[in-house]
């Protein structure tokens, strides 16, 4: 190997997965098989529910002043990097 010459990746160079997607979605695009979407993320819907109802009742019982100073230090925060 020279130096300063990169090796080449030592991959596959057509993955079977890779292969198997793309005719999958060939056959999506042409109307020969259907498009499924799963219903069931992996997520407990229970957990999920609360998580969406936490941003609101926090929302909710803070006064705008203190959202206000909220927005503030996270806009600092971004803008410090």
């Known amino acids: ?3 300063g010459v990169p090796e080449k990746p030592k991959q596959k160079k057509h993955p079977s997965e890779m292969i198997g997607n793309a005719v999958k ?3 999506i695009a042409t109307g020969e098989e259907d498009e ?3 219903a069931d993320d992996g ?3 229970a957990a999920q529910s ?3 109802r936490g941003g609101k009742a926090r929302a909710k019982k803070l006064t705008p ?3 206000s100073e909220i927005a ?3 806009a600092a925060k971004r803008w410090s990097k």
């Open 1 to 3: 190997m020279r130096a």
């Open 25 to 27: 979605v060939m056959k």
């Open 65 to 67: 002043e203190q959202r």
């Open 72 to 74: 503030k230090k996270a």
């Open 36 to 38: 499924d979407f799963s």
């Open 43 to 45: 997520k407990d819907k």
């Open 50 to 52: 609360l998580g969406r």
